[in-house]
C-alpha cells in the first residue's frame, strides 16, 4: 500500500506556527488545562477521572452531525453507532438537512429533553450551539465536539481528525507543487462560520507568507455552504471572475466534488487545479479523468469511532476532558487528550490515481 504520510513537512512546520495556534486558541474563549478547573463548567462536579472505571453498558449516545445528507457526515456518524454496539451502547443520529447552527440548536434541545449520556456534535457555528451545550453539561450531559469544533467551555473534549496545521498547510503545498508555485488560487469553503475550514483557512494563509509561496496570490475565499449545488455554482462563479486562476483548493468533500464536477465537465479541465479534501469514493472518478491529480483526507470511519469512544469514556467517568488523561478506543488503542482537550486522530493520506483504488470510503 502506497500511503504517504507527510510526517517530515508536519515536524518542520510546528515550530513557525506555534505563535498561530495560539492566537487561534485565544479565539477559542476558555482553554480547559486541569480536570479541577472543568468541575464547574460541567455542572456535575465530580471532575476526578477514574482511568480504571470500566466502560458503562447501554450509554445512551446522540451523533449530531453538520447536515445529515452529507456522504461524508453518514460515513462517520455510521461508524460511530456500529462502535457503540462494541461497549453495549446505543448510539443515533440526528440533524438538520442544511449545514445551519440555528436547527441544530433545537436538536440539542430535544436531545437535553431526551436525557442522553451524551450528545456528539460537529458545530456549524462555534458560538451559536455554545450556550445550549453548556446547558447540557450543566445536567450532566457529556459533549463530544467531533469534526468541527464549539468552544472549549461549551464541550468536554474535541475529536480532531488530524492536526488544524497540517490539514491547511499541507493544502497549499500540495496546490503549490501543482501549479509550479506561481498564479492565481481561490479557496471554495464550506459555510462561512465552519470552525474546522476557517481554522485550515487560517493556516492556510500563514503559510502563503511563506517565501517560497511567494509566487501564489489568493485572490478570494468563496463559501458553497456544503451545499452540492452552491458549491457548483462558486466553483463556475470564480472561473469566471478570475480568468488567470490557476488553482482551487476546496477543503470540504461536498466542495471539492462539486468542484470537480464543473470543471471536468468544462474548458477549465487540465488547466485549473484542483485539490482540497475529499473522499476516495466521489473523487475517484476525477482523478481517473485527470480533472484532479492529489487530494487528501483522513479515515472517516476511524473519526466517528474514536468520537464514540471518548463519548463513552467520558459518560464512564474515565476521562474528564483534562489534557494528559488516557483511554482506550477499542481498536484504535490507547488515546491521550491534548491541550484545550483535544484528541488527535492521525495524520492525512494524500489520494492520486495510484493509491487511489486501495480506498473504499
Ligand atoms: C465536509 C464537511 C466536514 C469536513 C469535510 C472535510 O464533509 O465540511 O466538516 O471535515 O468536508
Same mark, same amino acid.
Given at each position: ?18 505563535? !498561530? ?44 452531525? #453538520? ?18 454496539? *462494541?461497549? *453495549? ?20 434541545? &430535544? !436531545?437535553?429533553?431526551?436525557? /442522553? ?7 456549524? %457555528?462555534?458560538?451559536?450551539?455554545? =450556550? ?12 463530544? @465536539? ?41 479557496? !471554495? ?19 502563503? #507568507?511563506?517565501? *517560497? /509561496? ?5 485572490? #478570494? ?56 479534501? =475529499? &473522499? ?41 476532558? @483534562? ?8 481498536? !484504535? ?7 484545550? =482537550? ?14 487511489? %483504488?486501495?480506498? /473504499?470510503?
Amino acid at each position: 500500500m502506497t500511503i504517504r504520510l507527510r510526517a517530515p513537512r508536519r515536524l518542520a512546520a510546528v515550530a513557525t506556527a506555534s505563535a !498561530l495556534a495560539l492566537s487561534l486558541a485565544a479565539c477559542g474563549g476558555t482553554t480547559k488545562d486541569s480536570a479541577s478547573g472543568d468541575g464547574d463548567a460541567k455542572g456535575g462536579g465530580n471532575a476526578t477521572a477514574n482511568p480504571n472505571a470500566p466502560l458503562k453498558k447501554g450509554l445512551k449516545l446522540a451523533f449530531l452531525p #453538520k447536515q445529515v445528507n452529507n456522504p461524508y457526515e453518514t460515513i462517520v456518524d455510521n461508524a460511530g453507532i456500529a462502535a457503540a454496539k *462494541e461497549f *453495549e451502547g446505543e448510539a443515533k443520529e440526528v440533524g438538520p438537512s442544511d449545514a445551519s447552527a440555528s436547527s441544530q440548536v433545537s436538536y440539542i434541545n &430535544t !436531545l437535553i429533553q431526551q436525557r /442522553h449520556d451524551a450528545i456528539l456534535i460537529a458545530a456549524n %457555528d462555534a458560538n451559536a450551539v455554545c =450556550g445550549p451545550l453548556k446547558q447540557a453539561m450543566s445536567k450532566n450531559i457529556k459533549i463530544v @465536539a467531533y469534526d468541527s469544533d464549539t468552544n472549549p467551555e461549551c464541550r468536554d473534549v474535541f475529536i480532531n481528525q488530524a492536526s488544524s496545521e497540517e490539514i491547511g498547510r499541507s493544502e497549499v503545498k500540495l496546490l503549490s507543487e501543482q501549479i509550479g508555485g506561481k498564479g492565481e488560487i481561490a479557496i !471554495l469553503s464550506a459555510t462561512a462560520n465552519a470552525t474546522n475550514q476557517n481554522t485550515w483557512i487560517k493556516f492556510m494563509q500563514d503559510e502563503l #507568507k511563506k517565501p *517560497e /509561496h511567494s509566487g501564489l496570490k489568493l485572490v #478570494k475565499v468563496a463559501y458553497g455552504d456544503d451545499d452540492d449545488q452552491k458549491s457548483f455554482q462558486q466553483t463556475q462563479g470564480l472561473l469566471q471572475a478570475y480568468p488567470n486562476l490557476k488553482g482551487i483548493i476546496s477543503p470540504t468533500t461536498v466542495g471539492i466534488a462539486a468542484a470537480a464536477r464543473y470543471i471536468s465537465g468544462s474548458k477549465y479541465k487540465g488547466k485549473v487545479a484542483l485539490t482540497g479534501l =475529499g &473522499t476516495p469514493d466521489q473523487m475517484r472518478k476525477f482523478v481517473k479523468d485527470g480533472t484532479v491529480k492529489e487530494f487528501e483526507l483522513w479515515d472517516p470511519k476511524n473519526l466517528g469511532y474514536l468520537a464514540s469512544y471518548a463519548a463513552a469514556a467520558l459518560s464512564s467517568g474515565q476521562i474528564t476532558g @483534562a489534557q494528559g488523561e488516557k483511554f482506550k478506543a477499542g481498536k !484504535l488503542g490507547e488515546r491521550s487528550i491534548g491541550a484545550n =482537550g483535544e484528541v488527535i486522530l492521525g495524520p492525512p493520506t494524500v489520494f492520486d490515481s495510484k493509491n487511489i %483504488d486501495q480506498y /473504499h470510503f
